[in-house]
Antibody, heavy 122, light 106 residues
Framework: EVQLVESGGGLVQPGRSLRLSCAASGFTFDDYAMHWVRQAPGKGLEWVSGISWNSGSIGYADSVKGRFTISRDNAKNSLYLQMNSLRAEDTALYYC???????????????WGQGTLVTVSS | DIQMTQSPSTLSASVGDRVTITCRASQSISSWLAWYQQKPGKAPKLLIYKASSLESGVPSRFSGSGSGTEFTLTISSLQPDDFATYYCQQYNSYLTFGGGTKVEIK
């Protein structure tokens, strides 16, 4: 059974940093791209970032480019999101999602975690 | 960037109704479109990929069609478990979602 478990969310002040983690199990992690998708309270879904199976290709939404960094550790079956210079508009539930292919570009999401809540507020 | 527009934003229907949700892309995305269902407090669930391919385990009352810029998700006979919000997502060029369609009880 595929499982994706996010952690690392919490309350953080504007301008500060936070690192999210996603522990994956139940599939061959290093065969697939992985993604972060967020959902602001009461709003729709927004793709944040994706990373290919071997970290060779990485992409970001314009809204987070230059502030967020995605990475993965295939030996630990883990995905990460380093979030710097956080803003109030980054407040959202952050989902870890498994891609259907090895490339993040041109991918859809066949499994999702339950999300970790990030609240940016002073 | 490719924009995805869903309509309607809210849909009121009864159990047994045939329901159709539309998703339009700002430019052609071929058949690179997925549909998701999300219930309150839960993660999204993949229903359809490549515009019309049903994900394993998804009931056959769900179907998808379309190509290019116009796509539809159809629920042939709405069941109580289907009241939820539905999102389309294009994966032709980067990854973008539609704004969602909430299917509520009439």
């Amino acid at each position: 059974e595929v499982q994706l478990v996010e952690s690392g969310g919490g309350l953080v002040q504007p301008g500060r940093s936070l690192r999210l983690s996603c522990a994956a199990s139940g599939f061959t992690f290093d065969d697939y791209a992985m993604h972060w998708v967020r959902q602001a309270p009461g709003k729709g879904l927004e793709w944040v970032s994706g990373i290919s199976w071997n970290s060779g290709s990485i992409g970001y939404a314009d809204s987070v480019k230059g502030r967020f960094t995605i990475s993965r550790d295939n030996a630990k079956n883990s995905l990460y999101l380093q979030m710097n210079s956080l803003r109030a508009e980054d407040t959202a539930l952050y989902y870890c999602a498994k891609g259907d292919s090895g490339s993040y570009y041109g991918d859809y999401f066949d499994y999702w975690g339950q999300g970790t809540l990030v609240t940016v507020s002073s | 960037d490719i924009q995805m527009t869903q309509s309607p934003s809210t849909l009121s229907a009864s159990v047994g109704d045939r329901v159709t949700i539309t998703c339009r892309a700002s430019q052609s995305i071929s058949s690179w479109l997925a549909w998701y269902q999300q219930k309150p407090g839960k993660a999204p669930k993949l229903l359809i990929y490549k515009a019309s391919s049903l994900e394993s385990g998804v009931p056959s009352r769900f179907s998808g069609s379309g190509s290019g810029t116009e796509f539809t998700l159809t629920i042939s006979s709405l069941q109580p478990d289907d009241f939820a919000t539905y999102y389309c997502q294009q994966y032709n060029s980067y990854l973008t979602f539609g704004g969602g369609t909430k299917v509520e009880i009439k």
